[in-house]
């Protein structure tokens, strides 16, 4: 709570009008934070593609599409616009996304955060423009680049594989796959050996032995500033991409026990899941309840605690809990640090606007390993406020601590 709700107070201490939730406009007080972060991103028109927002722009839609899903799905019976505007940022997407070729050159991994609504919507008639753009999305996994190990490259920079793609990959390719293939067929196998396959390969390469975490991602060539000689790692665990690869384990396993996948895929996930989870708590800074920028180099001068990988921390852990994949003995703790670093969220990165709605600060712009990849790159990338990277992710967040009663 900073500037602007001193000055609505300040104003309404002036003019004797009571505060109260009607002062702040439809975006209400009283209602849930993630109901209200969701009408405020709403209101600021974010998470629609317009062609102008960036190489992120795609997966600014994707990830509100996503957020917003979640919403829609649990508070169904309120009348709330949020499955609409799940449809009309899927529509602006099938605008830049239905040609498979430009998918898989022009865009990051990212793109494929688009594939779920797409793909939800594309069934019935007179939806062409959405199975279309599923479609395209899908074959353009077939098209991105690879090492000569298989693994896929995150962008354009040559061998370079991240985190942050699996977020978008996961979910988007095993929901196709389940969509569009029959029990026991090879196309099935292929696609689910194939998306394990990126899970366990940027776990073979990241995975940091002395925190447990996972650093942003690795140059299979190896000759990047940054890399590693031996694994090609970059040298540091940035929050937000660990975050987008924590949060892809949870989802996609969600996916793999619905669809009552093949004992091994859930397996896999699961273990990488109840390996990575008590790491991540044990990373939190015990003073904020939050976790660092930099993860592994907590109360370094310069680091901070950072509202995106926070967020998705805390949703990762909380979602795990209600699905009971996180190990029983662990479920209490992990729950307690989700909750704890929900509030410190809510109370120091939401901001109160004087028109009622809600701003989120404090989270990072893009972190790219075409870059130093040093300590001092990841500090002094600018801090933005209101990049749905973070609002979506707290959205996501406060939703899973609204479902247990909170
Ligand atoms: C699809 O994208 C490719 C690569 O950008 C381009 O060459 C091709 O003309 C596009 N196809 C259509 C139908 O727009
Ligand atoms: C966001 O955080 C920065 C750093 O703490 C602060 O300077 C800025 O005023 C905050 N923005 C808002 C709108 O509260
Ligand atoms: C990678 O970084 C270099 C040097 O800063 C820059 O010139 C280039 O445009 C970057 N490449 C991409 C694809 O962003």
Same mark, same amino acid.
């Given at each position: 709570?900073?500037?602007?709700?001193?000055?609505?107070?300040?104003?309404?201490?002036?003019?004797?009008?009571?505060?109260?939730?009607?002062?702040?406009?439809?975006?209400?007080?009283?209602?849930?934070?993630?109901?209200?972060?969701?009408?405020?991103?709403?209101?600021?028109?974010?998470?629609?593609?317009?062609?102008?927002?960036?190489?992120?722009?795609?997966?600014?839609?994707?990830?509100?599409?996503?957020?917003?899903?979640?919403?829609?799905?649990?508070?169904?019976?309120?009348?709330?616009?949020?499955?609409?505007?799940?449809?009309? &940022?899927? *529509?602006?997407?099938?605008?830049?996304?239905?040609?498979?070729?430009?998918?898989?050159?022009?865009?990051?991994?990212?793109?494929?955060?688009?594939?779920? #609504?797409?793909? #939800?919507?594309?069934?019935? !008639?007179?939806?062409?423009?959405?199975?279309? *753009?599923?479609?395209?999305?899908?074959?353009?996994?077939?098209?991105?680049?690879?090492?000569?190990?298989?693994?896929?490259?995150? =962008?354009? %920079?040559?061998?370079?594989?991240?985190?942050?793609?699996?977020?978008?990959?996961?979910?988007?390719?095993?929901?196709?796959?389940?969509?569009?293939?029959?029990?026991?067929?090879?196309?099935?196998?292929?696609?689910?050996?194939?998306?394990?396959?990126? =899970?366990?390969?940027?776990?073979?390469?990241?995975?940091?032995?002395?925190?447990?975490?996972?650093?942003?991602?690795?140059?299979?060539? !190896?000759?990047?500033?940054? #890399?590693?000689?031996?694994?090609?790692?970059?040298?540091?665990?940035?929050?937000?991409?660990?975050?987008?690869?924590?949060? #892809?384990?949870?989802?996609?396993?969600?996916?793999?026990?619905?669809?009552?996948?093949?004992?091994? %895929?859930?397996?896999?996930?699961?273990?990488?899941?109840?390996?990575?989870?008590?790491?991540?708590?044990?990373?939190?800074?015990?003073?904020?309840?939050?976790?660092?920028?930099?993860?592994?180099?907590?109360?370094?001068?310069?680091?901070?605690?950072?509202?995106?990988?926070?967020?998705? =921390?805390?949703?990762?852990?909380?979602?795990?809990?209600?699905?009971?994949?996180?190990?029983?003995?662990? *479920?209490?703790?992990? !729950?307690?640090?989700?909750?704890?670093?929900?509030?410190?969220?809510?109370?120091?990165?939401?901001?109160?606007?004087?028109?009622?709605?809600?701003? %989120?600060?404090?989270?990072?712009?893009?972190? &790219?390993?075409?870059?130093?990849?040093? %300590?001092?790159?990841?500090?002094?990338?600018?801090?933005?406020?209101?990049?749905?990277?973070?609002?979506?992710?707290?959205?996501?967040?406060?939703?899973?601590?609204?479902?247990?009663?909170?």
């Amino acid at each position: 709570m900073r500037g602007p709700i001193y000055a609505a107070t300040f104003a309404a201490v002036l003019f004797g009008a009571p505060v109260t939730a009607s002062n702040y406009g439809n975006h209400g007080h009283n209602k849930p934070d993630s109901q209200r972060m969701a009408s405020s991103i709403i209101a600021r028109g974010q998470g629609i593609m317009t062609g102008l927002g960036g190489s992120s722009e795609a997966l600014q839609a994707g990830f509100v599409q996503k957020a917003f899903t979640a919403l829609s799905e649990y508070y169904h019976k309120s009348g709330e616009p949020y499955a609409q505007y799940v449809r009309e &940022s899927a *529509t602006s997407a099938t605008e830049f996304l239905a040609n498979a070729s430009n998918n898989a050159l022009s865009y990051p991994m990212d793109r494929l955060s688009n594939g779920n #609504a797409a793909l #939800a919507l594309s069934h019935g !008639k007179g939806h062409d423009s959405y199975r279309a *753009t599923a479609d395209a999305l899908r074959e353009s996994i077939d098209l991105n680049r690879r090492n000569p190990e298989g693994g896929l490259w995150y =962008f354009v %920079y040559p061998y370079w594989s991240y985190l942050d793609g699996m977020y978008s990959l996961g979910p988007f390719y095993s929901l196709y796959t389940f969509a569009t293939t029959r029990i026991g067929s090879h196309s099935r196998v292929k696609a689910l050996d194939d998306l394990l396959y990126q =899970f366990e390969t940027l776990w073979e390469h990241c995975h940091h032995h002395s925190t447990g975490l996972l650093t942003h991602g690795y140059d299979f060539r !190896k000759t990047a500033v940054w #890399a590693d000689p031996e694994t090609g790692a970059s040298p540091y665990v940035w929050g937000r991409s660990l975050g987008w690869y924590t949060m #892809a384990l949870v989802d996609t396993l969600e996916i793999l026990e619905k669809e009552n996948a093949p004992h091994k %895929y859930r397996k896999a996930f699961l273990e990488k899941f109840q390996t990575l989870m008590p790491a991540v708590v044990k990373a939190v800074d015990k003073c904020t309840g939050g976790w660092w920028q930099v993860i592994d180099q907590p109360r370094r001068e310069g680091n901070y605690i950072e509202s995106s990988g926070t967020a998705m =921390f805390a949703y990762s852990l909380l979602k795990g809990s209600r699905l009971g994949y996180l190990p029983h003995k662990f *479920t209490p703790a992990a !729950k307690k640090v989700a909750i704890r670093a929900q509030k410190y969220l809510t109370k120091h990165f939401v901001v109160e606007e004087a028109d009622g709605t809600v701003g %989120y600060n404090g989270t990072v712009s893009v972190c &790219s390993l075409n870059s130093t990849a040093s %300590y001092d790159y990841y500090i002094h990338q600018p801090i933005l406020y209101n990049s749905v990277l973070g609002s979506a992710a707290y959205i996501l967040a406060s939703l899973e601590v609204e479902r247990l009663g909170h």
